[in-house]
Structure formats: C-alpha cells, structure tokens
C-alpha cells in the first residue's frame, strides 16, 4: 500500500511540475499587416520629362489588386479613349490607346483604387505624373464639392479646369485638366500651370467628359480660379478640415425642353397629357370628330405640374370610344425657343368584357350597390390641431355636392358645429377640405348622409361617419425661430431625426418671427432655405445663366449638433443666423 501511495505521489508530482506536456497549440501568423502597397519603381520615373512612350508602368513592393479602377481611375488632360489596365504580380501596365500631347503635363489620380493584394489596404489619394516636355508643371490647388441640398460630400464626381473662359466650354470641349472627388467630397488638382481656370464638376453619365445631358448633375464656380491661388504642393493644407480654396455644390438642372411626351386614357373619362415639365403658355383641345362647348371636361393637374388630366363631364363625349383632337402647345425647338406646336391625337378607350363563372348549379349572387369611395386626411380617433384641415379626396371629380348633408358636431352634446365651409382644390379637382379651428380637448363626429357627394359617373356616397378630437396644446411642444441675416425670404422645414421626412413647413419674409406650434414631442431637425425668388420653393441652379441652386442650410448647433429634443407643454427658442 506505501508503494502505491508514493507511485501516485510522484505522477501527480510529475503532471504539476509538466502541465503543458500534451497540450497542443495552433501556429500564429504573426502580425496583421496594415501598409499599403508603396511605388519602388516606374517607367517613366515619377515626374520625368520628355516622355515619348505608350505604356506606363508601375511596380510595387507587394503584390496588388486593383478596386473600380475605371470608375476611381482620372487621367489629366483627360483622354478620349480609355487605356488598358493590365496587372501582372507587382507591377500595373496602363497601356495608352492614343497619342500624348507634346509639351504637357499628364497626371494620373489613383484615388484608393490600388490595394495590397493580402488585406486590401488601400493607398490613398496616390497620385502619378510624367510630362511630355523639358519641364513638368508643379502648382496644386485643392477643394471640395458637396450635394447642394443634402450638403453630404459627393464621391467619384470628375472636377474639371479649363485655361479659356467660354461659358458654352463644359458643353463643347474637353478640360484642360481633370480630377475626381474622394468619399469625403475632396479632391486636389496637381501639376497645374500657373494660369487662371474655369472650373466645372461633372456627374458624367455617358463618359465623354462633356455637360451633354440634363440628368448629368453639375456644379460651377461664379468666378474665375485666379492664378495667384495655386501654390505649390508642399505649401497645400489636405487636411479634412482645411480651408478649402475651391467650394462646389452640386445640382441637376431641371428640363429646360418642353415637349409633349405622352397621352393616354386610362379610364373612359379621363384623357391625359405628359410634358417634359410643367408646360409654358397655352394648351388647347380641338375636337375632331365631335362637336361640342368648351365647358366639356375638368381639368386636373398632378402636383409638379407637368401632367394635365381632362375629365369628360359631357356624357355624350364621354359615351365616345374614340376622341380626335387637335392640341395646340408649345415646343422648344433646337434654339431652346418655344415655337407653336400643332398634334393630332386619338383618345381610344377599350372596354373589357368581365365574365364570370359559377360552378354547379349555384344561384346567381346578388349584385352589391356600388358606393362612391370617400378617402379621409384623418384616422378615426385621431388627434387634430387647429391648423390641420379634414380633407376628403375622390377617384373623380363631382358632379354635386350637398352640404346640406354633411354635419360636424360636438360628440359629447350632439351640438352642431356652424360656419363648416368646403373648399375645393386650386389644382386637383378631386380634393376638398374642411377647415376650422378645433377646440382642445373637444370630440368632434363627422357625419355625411347618402347622397352628399355624387361622382361624374353618378355614383354617391354611403353613409360616412368620422370620429375625432380637438388637440390639446399642453401635450405638444413650440419650437419659435428668430432669423438673422437672410435676403428676400426664406424656408423653414421642420425635419425628422434623421432629416428624412418634412414634418411641417414654413415662410418667413424679412423681420418675420417663425413658430412650429402642436410639435409631437420626439427629436427632430431643422433646414433653412434661402428663398431668393420669393416663390416659397427650393429652386436648383441653371449654368448657362450663371445661376446657383438656392442655398440650403442645417441646424447644427447645441448640444447634440442640431437635433431638437421637443418636450410635452414646454416652448423652446432659438436663432439661426444665415452668415455663418
């Protein structure tokens, strides 16, 4: 028994003093690697002169892998043709497919596109450059450009210089330079000759390197880039909060071209028109095939504009299937004038016959009355501010309205609510509203009898009854603004948290006091406009005519950089100033 004591003794002894005898361990790779790739060597060397050749070729101390190196990729001056990339291990081939300028400059912006091959670090903002000439051009300027409206930095936009000044350039020629913004909207111009610049960004959807499309989004200097403001490269701030010399916003110009894009009738009543935009000067319908006054149809536009709907009130048209007009309107022709435009149109419209299947021997069911649809702006049971109308939307327009038979009243006492007048929509003829100044904390029912409303096609309402209640101003917050420094007049929209909504919109003239009343408490966010033209919309810019989208700003002050905590039954105050 002692020995096999000891025999346990001295194993337990030997398992202490050797515990990691068995234990298996797997192998490290060693540290993560995090340098980008680094440029060792290149033909032609960086910044060589008198470049004859027709490949370039880059070689680095690691393998790479390239990243959207076409769509990161600019060239300056830019070319027409793109080059060829071929990667072999270490080395980048760009292989020209046209011929180099004498005497220039070329710089190549990588952007990021180029990677290590392992973790895909990228290197940044590397720039290459060579010149043709006995001398390379050596002055940088830097900038950045940002959404007009979102004022978030816009990424791969081609920034551009040309050396002339001619406004219709952008339109007709190639720039003299070219560049790309990064993620953060910034980008620099290297190897520049001293001379002063037109600059232009471009959004270049066709990849011609020219302002050729109205859906290309651009963005313009006023004012020329003096000479005086380029420096050499060593003296240039890139730091992401620097001072930039260059600001660009960029904008998509509306249509400037009015044309005539479609028609349709989708329903027999209704006959449609689709411009380019909310059409210049006089549309008129000529019947062809029918006679009658011009009191025969309703017109309705949609809310831009740029679609007019004729609703047929003369049944005898109506019970046409096919209308031929005439449509006198105006075109822009090849000028950017509007001339006289004549078009003769057919409005068909095509019934389908539905047929319906009954299995065994079932009765016929039995037809249901077919009611007009009343569609309500208020939830029943909803709460309903003073400034917020009821409004009551249809499929089509009325042919009568009896508000006779339409009552509000107070749901508590049954007492009825007077002076209840309808208004019907400047636009849409299918909208009529219901305004009055709803007394807190004061249930209020909406009754409408049977035949109150009566559609073109002369269907009428059922019964409709409606339930809701007078805000309490105690549970909702005021937000009150005072504006300094703006021209003319200005926007003010109250924003959701994460600026993706309008919750409520204002105007102010000069020495105006702006207020939000019956805010639902939550957070929130404010955005200003400069309303220059005083026609209450936010207007984009128009670069032939030198015109600058209107400028647009965001709270961004206090606390929490700009989001407004609004409480229940508490009134906050601030001041923005538009010089900033």
């Not at 740029?306 to 075109?331: G, P």
């Amino acid at each position: 028994m002692k020995k096999l004591f000891a025999a346990v003794f001295i194993i337990t002894l030997i398992m202490g003093i050797f515990p990691q005898c068995a234990k298996i361990v797997s192998p490290t790779g060693g540290p993560k690697d995090s340098l980008a790739p680094v440029l060792i060597r290149s033909v032609p060397a960086m910044n060589a002169v008198n470049f004859k050749g027709e490949k370039l070729t880059l070689t680095f101390d690691e393998y790479i892998q390239l990243k959207d190196i076409q769509k990161k990729l600019a060239i300056s001056p830019p070319m027409t043709k793109k080059p060829e990339f071929i990667q072999r291990g270490k080395s980048l081939e760009i292989k020209l497919k046209e011929p180099l300028k004498e005497n220039t400059t070329y710089t190549v912006y990588f952007a990021d596109a180029i990677t290590d091959n392992n973790e895909g670090n990228p290197l940044k903002n590397f720039v290459y450059a060579f010149s043709t000439g006995d001398i390379i051009d050596s002055l940088a300027v830097s900038g950045i450009l940002i959404n007009c409206f979102t004022l978030k930095p816009e990424e791969n936009i081609f920034v551009m210089l040309y050396d002339e000044q001619n406004d219709s350039l952008p339109i007709k020629a190639l720039p003299r330079y070219l560049t790309r913004t990064d993620k953060n909207g910034f980008f620099i111009f290297n190897n520049l000759q001293a001379n002063d610049y037109k600059v232009f960004a471009l959004n270049d959807n066709n990849s011609n390197y020219k302002f050729d499309q109205v859906t290309e989004d651009i963005a313009f200097l006023n004012d020329t880039l003096k000479s005086e403001l380029l420096k050499n490269p060593s003296n240039l701030d890139t730091s992401r909060l620097a001072k930039r010399v260059i600001n660009l916003y960029l904008f998509k110009e509306n249509s400037r071209v009015q044309a005539l894009t479609g028609f349709s009738r989708d329903q027999r009543r209704k006959l449609s028109l689709a411009f380019t935009k909310k059409p210049e000067g006089k549309i008129t319908l000529n019947p062809l095939n029918f006679k009658t006054d011009s009191s025969w149809f309703i017109q309705e536009y949609n809310p831009p504009q740029d679609s007019l709907i004729y609703w047929i009130t003369n049944d005898r048209v109506n019970a046409l299937d096919t209308l031929k007009m005439e449509v006198s309107y105006f075109k822009t022709d090849s000028l950017q004038n509007l001339q006289p435009k004549l078009d003769t149109i057919k409005w068909i419209y095509s019934e389908k016959e539905e047929s319906r299947r009954r299995k065994g021997n079932k009765e016929d069911e039995k037809v249901k009355k077919v009611f007009l649809k009343v569609n309500y702006s208020v939830r029943n049971e909803q709460v309903v501010s003073p400034t917020t109308p009821i409004e009551l939307s249809f499929p089509e327009p009325l042919k009568s309205l009896n508000d006779s038979l339409l009552t509000i009243y107070n749901h508590i006492d049954s007492s009825k609510v007077n002076s209840i007048k309808i208004f019907k929509d400047t636009l849409n003829p299918r909208i009529y509203r219901i305004n009055y100044p709803w007394n807190s904390d004061i249930t209020y029912g909406l009754k409408v009898l049977p035949g109150a409303f009566t559609s073109l096609n002369g269907l009428s309402n059922d019964t409709l009854k409606l339930k809701f209640k007078g805000a309490n101003p105690e549970s909702f917050g005021v937000l009150n603004i005072t504006l300094l420094n703006f021209r003319n007049a200005a926007i003010i929209e109250l924003l959701s948290e994460k600026r993706d909504r309008v919750i409520d919109r204002k105007t102010a003239q000069l020495g105006e006091k702006v207020s939000f009343t019956f805010i639902n408490p939550g957070k929130y966010s404010l955005r200003f406009i400069e309303d220059s033209n005083k026609n209450g919309i936010w207007d984009t810019g128009w670069y032939l005519k030198g015109i600058q989208p209107e400028k647009v700003y965001y709270y961004e002050e206090g606390k929490y950089k700009g989001i407004l905590n609004i409480r229940a039954n508490w009134e906050s105050e601030i001041t923005f100033d538009f010089v900033k």
